[in-house]
């Protein structure tokens, strides 16, 4: 018999993009009556919710009364799964193709140690290359009148996120030359806002597609990585391969994974609450593959911006709690010693250096590493309780870093 598929959406004020999200599945190659999609509401306030589901009603709704996160929104839909066969997470802002589903479950079924098998994210646009002679402070993109600042990406030449004070889009700052992959329009025109400036550019060369996930590695210190993040999609990535960690973007999950590891931890909220599961399940000798046959589009950011207090809290902080919790001693202590020098780097540079040539201290992200660390330490005592199974430093070393 065909498995039942379970599909879980988790929104907050999704807009347009949900909609787009609820219409591709709707043209998903899989029998209707086993695909069963239900949609996380987690308190949005912007009506995208009724419009989906008054264009889809077969569509289950579950209703959050506040925002949950990621994590406990998507363990709302995970909690009791009944005679579903295989759970499959897929961001809100991601667009599947129509057989997107088919070679997830045939990779689940065709290995039994298999707990997750993860498909192939690309950004969602196009794009087309362009680069800039430096140094410029980057503060916006235009592509036929439509802000694109989000959408772009700089594959090399820019300095680290600099945040702008209404916590918006972030400036960049590049070196003295840069590459930026703007989306492709058909005139090949863009405006891009430099050093206050809004200037128009003519692009050349043919449209590509960009990686933006196809497994997640893991990188010394604590940190993980999109695995082939910012890559070119030349079919370097096209044959299946098993990776470290799954990516909730886009992954199906096997039914008995779920019930032996568990459901997402609360706590994290958002940002590396996937990776803990992931963590959790090679601890207790499941395996997860790379399916490149699924595909799935992405609007990178789209519910959360990177370089944001949001975004830099919840990362820092969960990230040391995550290595806490799953990680041999070792590695977890290296997590919490690079994130003390990175912040002791931070306030020679942003701080003392600057008071000794006579201008004003920079405190931004120092405030805000303030506050994910001591996050970090309200969180300990419970992370040290749940420390239980530990992968081997050996198998640890055998997964960093493996892009």
Known sequence: MTPLVRVVVVTRDGGRLLERCLECLARVDWPAPRLEVVLV???????SVERAVAARPRTRVIRADHNLGYA??????????????YVALLNNDAFVEGDWLRPLVDALESERDLGAATSKVLFAPCYLDHRLAGPVTLRGVRVEGEDRWRDTLLPKGWLDVDSDPKDGPPVRRSK????????????????????DVWIDVILAGDPFDVVNNVGSVLLPRGHAADRGFLQR??????????????SGTSVLLRRAYLEEVGLFDPRLFAYYEDLDLAWRGRARGWRYLYVPGSVVRHAHAA???????????????NRLLV???NAPAAYAL??????????GLHVRRDVVRRVVHGERPTTTFLRRRGRAFGGFLRGLPSALR??????????????????
């Open 41 to 47: 509401d987690n308190a949005s306030t912007d009506g």
């Open 72 to 85: 406990a929104g998507n363990n709302l839909a995970l909690d009791d799964l009944g005679n579903i066969d």
């Open 176 to 195: 003295a030359e840069a590459k930026l992959w703007i989306p492709a329009s058909p005139d090949r025109r863009a405006e891009l806002l430099v050093d």
């Open 386 to 403: 749940v420390r239980d199974d530990v992968l081997p430093s050996t198998e640890v070393e055998r997964w960093l870093d493996q892009r």
């Open 323 to 325: 290595s806490v919790k």
């Open 334 to 343: 290296g997590a919490i010693g690079e994130s003390l020098r990175v912040t």
């Open 303 to 317: 519910t959360s911006i990177v370089g944001s207090a949001f975004f830099d809290y919840h990362v820092e902080r």
């Open 233 to 246: 999609d030349t079919g370097q990535f096209d044959e299946p391969e098993e990776v470290f960690a799954w």
